[in-house]
């Protein structure tokens, strides 16, 4: 018995990594060794997942005034979409365990620093601002897939658990982007 849960577990290992099983079916548990690490408290979380929603704008906002690629514009406008939807749920789930929201948060010194570097990127704009957008997924899938897993607030940790397939399915439109480029 013990053997035949092992080669199925292998066997769905394999799977994963051959991009048969969906990154949208993984749970937050089945994140990997990168994705390690205590959640932060609640209010790291929430000043974080502000952060980067706010970045994510910031930057697709830019790309729609600076690209001519389709798939690049696209992109941007479901970063606009959903990286305000998720903004607009955690707000929600503070509300509804009766934290107060707190005002946004201002963007991070590295976030600053990527913003500067992709205004002038000049005709590097659409390497540049995917590049940055797989490397801020990246952190955001960190972050909420932490607190999904083992954040204070239930409500809160339902929100990331629900953001988590979102920021997944956006790392690997942009990774799919990125590999086009090349």
């Known amino acids: 018995m013990l053997r035949i849960l092992t080669l199925g577990v292998a066997a769905a290992l394999a799977l994963s990594s051959a991009g048969v099983v969906s990154a949208q079916a993984m749970r937050p548990d089945m ?8 959640a932060l408290s609640t ?5 974080t997942a ?3 929603d706010m970045f994510e704008i910031a930057e697709a906002r830019m790309a729609l005034h600076r690209t001519s690629n389709p798939h690049v514009r696209d992109f941007a406008q479901m970063m606009i979409r959903d990286h305000s939807k998720s903004t607009a749920m955690i707000k929600a789930a503070l509300t509804e365990t009766g934290r107060p929201v707190p005002p946004p948060p201002g963007l991070g010194a590295d976030q600053q620093e990527m913003i500067a570097t992709l205004r002038g990127s000049g005709p590097n704009f659409d390497r540049v601002y995917i590049d940055q957008q797989v490397q801020a997924h990246m952190k955001a899938l960190e972050v909420h897939a932490g607190y999904a897993r083992g954040g204070q607030n239930l ?8 953001i988590v397939p979102v920021v997944r399915r956006h790392l690997a439109m942009a990774r799919d982007i990125r590999g086009h480029m090349s």
Not at 31 to 38: C, E, H, K, L, V
Not at 43 to 47: N, T
Request: no cysteine; aromatic share 4%.
């Open 50 to 52: 502000a952060r980067s």
């Open 43 to 47: 209010p790291d979380y929430v000043a």
């Open 31 to 38: 994140a990997g060794p990168s994705m390690g690490g205590p």
């Open 155 to 162: 409500a809160l940790q339902r929100t990331a658990n629900r």
